[in-house]
């Protein structure tokens, strides 16, 4: 049987690629992280680590073990989890996440109202990129994101909070900014931005369509992976990207207009958390922030 810390050094290296790293993770030294290893590829009789001078990667074995060992090594910290939540109550730290000016706003709002229910449990708040969202939730960096409800059968989806009109973000001097509105099957005109390839297939068809409902072509533009970065493509008349009408207000810029579209679907916000993750502190902040958008006390 593994040991738990040489399975914690495992995961931590297969994931970092870099011994100083996982040993700064671990708050153990370098050369105790190099030994562990060591001590369990002599158990398991093969390399799970090709090392050079320059470089740390995953041998197969290395790889088959991790995707095996990584999804039960969850569930079991899930798990352990639970089990103090229920025998504490909610206490702890709670790590949330958001994406957007708009979103951080509604979030510490519905801080404020959880930690007055639950005065035992602090919360952390950190900003996520559009891209790191699934990641961050996957991997248990974060056991709360509020963003763009996002599909993914691992992840579970609370009440939408908040539903916004679709707009098309354009370069200010592009026709489309002397509109009132655009209708999708405009985008067969112009040049839509990406999402980054991390975000599920579902969203990325959803914003950024390879063809309109007509079935005419949409052309694709560069990726980017924050939304700055997007708005700066934008304002470069490398293309146009589709927004939430918060966009408006809370990144209104002189290079980049917001023309509302007359046919689309309005975007959804929730929050979001791993299928395995839904703590008792999880479930309080989800109705804390349910409370707060519809106004029960």
Not at 40 to 66: A, C, D, I, K, M
Not at 120 to 138: F, K, M, N, T
Request: net charge neutral; charged share 25%.
């Amino acid at each position: 049987m593994l040991e738990r810390h040489e399975l914690e050094a495992f995961l931590v290296l297969a994931e970092e690629l870099h011994f100083g790293h996982t040993a700064e993770r671990l708050h153990v030294s370098t050369a105790r992280v190099s030994q562990t290893i060591r001590k369990l590829e002599r158990r398991v009789g093969v390399p799970l680590f090709n090392r050079t001078s320059r470089r740390v990667e995953l041998s197969p074995v290395g790889r088959q073990l991790y995707e095996e060992v990584r999804p039960a090594w969850t569930r079991i910290g899930a798990a352990l989890e639970r089990a103090i939540d229920t025998g504490r109550g909610v206490t702890g730290t709670l790590r949330v996440a958001f994406t957007g000016a708009a979103a951080g706003q509604l979030l510490v709002g519905a801080t404020e109202v959880f930690r007055q229910r639950q005065p035992g449990c602090d919360v952390q708040i950190r900003e996520a990129q559009i891209g790191e969202v699934l990641p961050w939730l996957r991997d248990g960096e974060m056991e709360i994101v509020l963003a763009n409800l996002m599909p993914d059968p691992e992840i579970i989806t609370g009440p939408v909070l908040v539903r916004e009109a679709r707009m098309l973000a354009v370069p200010s001097g592009h026709p489309f900014a002397r509109r009132t509105s655009v209708s999708v099957e405009d985008l067969a005109r112009v040049k839509v931005l990406q999402l980054p390839v991390t975000m599920p297939e579902s969203l990325r068809a959803d914003r950024t369509p390879r063809q309109t409902p007509g079935g005419r072509p949409i052309e694709s533009g560069p990726s980017a992976t924050t939304f700055q970065e997007m708005l700066t493509l934008i304002g470069a008349g490398q293309g146009v990207f589709p927004v939430g009408a918060h966009a408006r207000r809370y990144y209104a810029r002189p290079d980049v207009a917001y023309i509302p579209f007359s046919d689309a679907p309005p975007l959804e916000w929730g929050l979001m958390w791993r299928a395995d993750g839904a703590t008792a502190r999880v479930r309080a902040f989800s109705q804390a922030a349910d409370d707060l958008v519809h106004g029960h006390p």
